[in-house]
C-alpha cells in the first residue's frame, strides 16, 4: 500500500475509534476499542480494511491516535464538548488539551405502547437480529415508535440506549431538516442560488446551481468517484471549503441526478452564516436528542453528509418530527408542507426501488408499504423509516460489513404488518 492508503486507514481508525468511544462517554455510555474493531471496523472498504487490521489505535482524555508510518506523526482525531470528533490532517502533531467532560443529559423517556400483535413484531425484531432480512448482515439496535409511543426495542451486546453510532448518510437528512428550520426561521430560500462563495465570481456556471437542486442531488456538479466517496474529506483531514466547492460542472443543474456527498455538503455550506445563532446542536435539543453530535473538519466546518453520531431513541425522536408534521411540543420547528417537499420526487430520478426527494429516500413504491413513507438511509444498514399516515417510526442500526444488505423494505413492511 502506498504511503498515502496507509495515510487514509490510519485517519479512519483514529476518527471511528474516537467518535465510537469518546461519544459514548459524553453520552454516560461506554464503548471499548475492541468492540468497535469488532462491528464498526469489520468490513469496511477493502483498500483499508487489512491497513485498518493491524493498525493500533492510542486512546487518550480527549483525543486518539494511530501510528502509521515510522517518519510521520499518527493520525489523530480530536474531541470536543458538543462536536465530537475531528480528524486532523496528515502531518499535525500538536499537543491536545485537556477540555471538560460536559454534564450528560437526562435521557428524556418514552410512553410505552403495545403493538396490535405483540409476537409477530418480537418475530420480526429477532429475525433483523439473527440475519434473517439479509445473511451477514449485522444489527445492532432496533427502536419501533407509534402514535409517540415506544412499542418495540432491542440491542445487540456492547450496544444500548445510550451507545451513539455513526450515522452515515441518514446525516443527509439531518442536514435537511437543519435547512428546514433555517427556512421556517426566515433566513433561507431553497429556490435561491446556493452561497457559495467560490462560485460567486462573473462567469461560473455554478453560481447558477440552487439549494433546492443540491438537496436533490441535482447539481449537476461531477465528483471524485461514483458519487458516493469522499475519503480525503472524511478521513484525509482535507477541509469542506477545500475541496467540496472545487468540482466542475457535468451536466446542467436540474438535470441529471447523481448521489454525491458533495452535494450535501455544499448545501450546508450555503447555510453556514447561520450556524453562529442557530448551530445543528440547538435543533438537536429542540428535538430531545441529546446523544446526538453533528461533527466537524478541523477547520470547523460541518460534516453533515456523514459525520453525526446518535443514538437509536435520538433518530426515533428525529422520525417523530416528521410523524408530527415539523412541530414539536406545540411550536413549528419545521415550515408548513416541508414533510411534502421533502417527500416530493420532483426533477430528475434514480434507477431503483426507491425515488429521492429533498435529503429523504421515497418508499412510494415498495409493495405492502404505504406511499407516503419516506427514509433516511446510511451506510452499513443504518435507516430511518418514517410512515406518517401510520405514525409510526422504524429506526434499524447495524454496521453491515461491505456487500452485505439488510432488507429494510421486507423489515418495515413486516413491522407494519405487527402494528396494523
Same mark, same amino acid.
Given at each position: 500500500?502506498?504511503?498515502?492508503?496507509?495515510?487514509?486507514?490510519?485517519?479512519?481508525? #483514529?476518527?471511528?475509534?474516537?467518535?465510537?468511544?469518546?461519544?459514548?462517554? #459524553?453520552?454516560?455510555?461506554?464503548?471499548?476499542?475492541?468492540?468497535?474493531?469488532?462491528?464498526?471496523?469489520?468490513?469496511?472498504?477493502?483498500?483499508?480494511?487489512?491497513?485498518?487490521?493491524?493498525?493500533?489505535?492510542?486512546?487518550?482524555?480527549?483525543?486518539? =491516535?494511530?501510528?502509521?508510518?515510522?517518519?510521520?506523526?499518527?493520525?489523530?482525531?480530536?474531541?470536543? &464538548?458538543?462536536?465530537?470528533?475531528?480528524?486532523?490532517?496528515?502531518?499535525?502533531?500538536?499537543?491536545?488539551?485537556?477540555?471538560?467532560?460536559?454534564?450528560?443529559?437526562?435521557?428524556?423517556?418514552?410512553?410505552?405502547?403495545? +403493538?396490535?400483535?405483540?409476537?409477530?413484531?418480537?418475530?420480526?425484531?429477532?429475525?433483523?437480529?439473527?440475519?434473517?432480512?439479509?445473511?451477514?448482515?449485522?444489527?445492532?439496535?432496533?427502536?419501533?415508535?407509534?402514535?409517540?409511543?415506544?412499542?418495540?426495542?432491542?440491542?445487540?451486546?456492547?450496544?444500548?440506549?445510550?451507545?451513539?453510532?455513526?450515522?452515515?448518510?441518514?446525516?443527509? =437528512?439531518?442536514?435537511?431538516?437543519?435547512?428546514?428550520?433555517?427556512?421556517?426561521?426566515?433566513?433561507?430560500?431553497?429556490? #435561491?442560488?446556493?452561497?457559495?462563495?467560490?462560485? =460567486?465570481?462573473?462567469?461560473? +456556471?455554478?453560481?447558477?446551481?440552487?439549494?433546492?437542486?443540491?438537496?436533490?442531488?441535482?447539481?449537476?456538479?461531477?465528483?471524485?468517484?461514483?458519487?458516493?466517496?469522499?475519503?480525503?474529506?472524511?478521513?484525509?483531514?482535507?477541509?469542506?471549503?477545500?475541496?467540496?466547492?472545487?468540482?466542475?460542472?457535468?451536466?446542467?443543474?436540474?438535470?441529471?441526478?447523481?448521489?454525491?456527498?458533495?452535494?450535501?455538503?455544499?448545501?450546508?455550506?450555503?447555510?453556514?452564516?447561520?450556524?453562529?445563532?442557530?448551530? +445543528?446542536?440547538?435543533?438537536?435539543?429542540?428535538?430531545?436528542?441529546?446523544?446526538?453530535?453533528?461533527?466537524?473538519?478541523?477547520?470547523?466546518?460541518?460534516?453533515?453528509?456523514?459525520?453525526?453520531?446518535?443514538?437509536?431513541?435520538?433518530?426515533?425522536?428525529?422520525?417523530?418530527?416528521?410523524?408530527?408534521?415539523?412541530?414539536?411540543?406545540?411550536?413549528?420547528?419545521?415550515?408548513?408542507?416541508?414533510?411534502?417537499?421533502?417527500?416530493?420526487?420532483?426533477?430528475?430520478? &434514480?434507477?431503483?426501488?426507491?425515488?429521492?426527494?429533498?435529503?429523504?429516500?421515497?418508499?412510494?413504491?415498495?409493495?405492502?408499504?404505504?406511499?407516503?413513507?419516506?427514509?433516511?438511509?446510511?451506510?452499513?444498514?443504518?435507516?430511518?423509516?418514517?410512515?406518517?399516515?401510520?405514525?409510526?417510526?422504524?429506526?434499524?442500526?447495524?454496521?453491515?460489513?461491505?456487500?452485505?444488505?439488510?432488507?429494510?423494505? #421486507?423489515?418495515?413492511?413486516?413491522?407494519?404488518?405487527?402494528?396494523?
Amino acid at each position: 500500500p502506498t504511503p498515502a492508503t496507509r495515510a487514509m486507514a490510519a485517519g479512519y481508525k #483514529a476518527l471511528m475509534v474516537c467518535g465510537a468511544v469518546k461519544n459514548a462517554e #459524553a453520552a454516560g455510555g461506554s464503548r471499548t476499542v475492541g468492540s468497535v474493531e469488532a462491528n464498526e471496523l469489520v468490513g469496511i472498504y477493502p483498500e483499508l480494511d487489512p491497513l485498518v487490521r493491524e493498525m493500533t489505535a492510542e486512546v487518550g482524555p480527549n483525543s486518539v =491516535s494511530v501510528a502509521w508510518d515510522e517518519a510521520m506523526p499518527p493520525r489523530t482525531a480530536v474531541w470536543h &464538548p458538543g462536536r465530537g470528533c475531528s480528524i486532523m490532517p496528515v502531518g499535525w502533531s500538536d499537543g491536545v488539551a485537556e477540555t471538560a467532560r460536559q454534564a450528560v443529559q437526562p435521557e428524556p423517556g418514552f410512553e410505552i405502547g403495545v +403493538p396490535r400483535d405483540p409476537a409477530a413484531l418480537e418475530a420480526a425484531l429477532v429475525r433483523a437480529r439473527e440475519g434473517g432480512y439479509g445473511e451477514g448482515a449485522n444489527t445492532t439496535g432496533v427502536v419501533v415508535l407509534q402514535a409517540d409511543r415506544l412499542v418495540g426495542e432491542w440491542y445487540a451486546p456492547g450496544f444500548g440506549p445510550d451507545t451513539p453510532q455513526r450515522t452515515w448518510s441518514v446525516a443527509k =437528512s439531518l442536514a435537511g431538516t437543519i435547512i428546514g428550520a433555517a427556512v421556517q426561521r426566515g433566513e433561507v430560500d431553497v429556490n #435561491a442560488p446556493a452561497a457559495i462563495a467560490d462560485w =460567486s465570481r462573473e462567469g461560473d +456556471p455554478r453560481g447558477a446551481i440552487t439549494l433546492d437542486q443540491l438537496m436533490r442531488m441535482a447539481s449537476g456538479l461531477t465528483s471524485d468517484t461514483a458519487g458516493n466517496r469522499t475519503d480525503a474529506l472524511y478521513f484525509g483531514g482535507v477541509g469542506v471549503d477545500e475541496q467540496a466547492t472545487t468540482w466542475p460542472l457535468i451536466a446542467p443543474p436540474g438535470a441529471r441526478y447523481r448521489y454525491a456527498n458533495n452535494d450535501t455538503l455544499l448545501a450546508v455550506q450555503s447555510i453556514a452564516e447561520t450556524f453562529g445563532a442557530h448551530p +445543528p446542536a440547538e435543533l438537536f435539543r429542540t428535538l430531545g436528542m441529546h446523544d446526538t453530535w453533528a461533527e466537524t473538519d478541523w477547520r470547523g466546518n460541518y460534516v453533515l453528509s456523514s459525520q453525526v453520531w446518535s443514538t437509536a431513541r435520538d433518530l426515533a425522536r428525529f422520525g417523530q418530527l416528521y410523524v408530527d408534521d415539523g412541530v414539536v411540543d406545540g411550536v413549528r420547528v419545521l415550515p408548513v408542507g416541508w414533510r411534502d417537499y421533502v417527500s416530493r420526487p420532483s426533477g430528475p430520478q &434514480p434507477r431503483g426501488a426507491q425515488g429521492y426527494g429533498a435529503t429523504f429516500w421515497l418508499m412510494n413504491n415498495s409493495e405492502g408499504v404505504p406511499p407516503d413513507t419516506i427514509s433516511a438511509n446510511g451506510n452499513r444498514g443504518q435507516y430511518v423509516i418514517i410512515v406518517p399516515s401510520r405514525r409510526v417510526v422504524i429506526v434499524r442500526r447495524g454496521e453491515d460489513p461491505a456487500g452485505r444488505r439488510f432488507d429494510f423494505i #421486507a423489515f418495515t413492511r413486516d413491522v407494519l404488518a405487527a402494528l396494523d
